[in-house]
T-cell receptor, first 114, second 109 residues
């Protein structure tokens, strides 16, 4: 079974630009979550999508948005980039049946804003 | 405000010993907890989870203990191996998910 894939793996943007990151979950997983990881703030939850609907949202400004497609692939978009948006953006797909829960993270997209 | 925090930033153990990593949380409404392992250059790896209606759950070589009275979560790793060296962090969830800063576990041969 293929793992979670994220594209691109590395990205350099300048302040004010916008960026779109992509995540393909494990086949059969309908839930996709996005996280931001920085050395200063650690791992922070951005949002979770399930069956094309945003199910939960973290405490990030409206510049951060996402969506999920019918094939469960998800994208997140950051508009008007700021230097502080430089981070590793991680996507995770998950599946739950009864009390059993499995979650797998992708390798992340390293975003550098200059 | 509510917070998730780890008691120790670093932990060094001898190979073969048991490791205990602790986590404190303050949101009494949190009902789901996860422990993750993150190796250098890799994404987090789900280790084990526990719901608030349980106080203990065991996996392969790992045990998670939940003490809701004092809002404390711990991860026990039995017979720690060099491959266990990584950063471990806890996460608590109610409507969203919040993560601890992490504890770096180093296993000495």
């Amino acid at each position: 079974k293929a793992g979670v894939t994220q594209t691109p793996r590395y990205l350099i943007k300048t302040r004010g630009q916008q960026v779109t990151l992509s995540c393909s979950p494990i086949s059969g997983h309908r839930s996709v979550s996005w996280y931001q990881q920085t050395p200063g703030q650690g791992l922070q939850f951005l949002f979770e999508y399930f069956s094309e609907t945003q199910r939960n949202k973290g405490n990030f400004p409206g510049r951060f948005s996402g969506r999920q497609f019918s094939n469960s692939r998800s994208e997140m978009n950051v508009s008007t980039l700021e230097l502080g948006d430089s981070a590793l953006y991680l996507c995770a797909s998950s599946f739950q049946t009864g009390n059993d829960y499995e979650q797998y993270f992708g390798p992340g997209t390293r975003l550098t804003v200059t | 405000g509510e917070s998730v925090g780890l008691h120790l930033p670093t932990l060094s153990v001898q190979e073969g010993d048991n490791s205990i990593i602790n986590c404190a949380y303050s949101n009494s409404a949190s009902d789901y907890f996860i422990w993750y392992k993150q190796e250098s250059g890799k994404g987090p790896q789900f280790i084990i989870d526990i719901r608030s209606n349980m106080d203990k759950r065991q996996g392969q070589r790992v045990t998670v203990l939940l003490n809701k009275t004092v809002k404390h979560l711990s991860l026990q790793i039995a017979a720690t191996q060099p491959g266990d060296s990584a950063v471990y962090f806890c996460a608590e969830s109610h409507n969203d998910m919040r993560f601890g800063a992490g504890t770096r576990l180093t296993v000495k041969p």
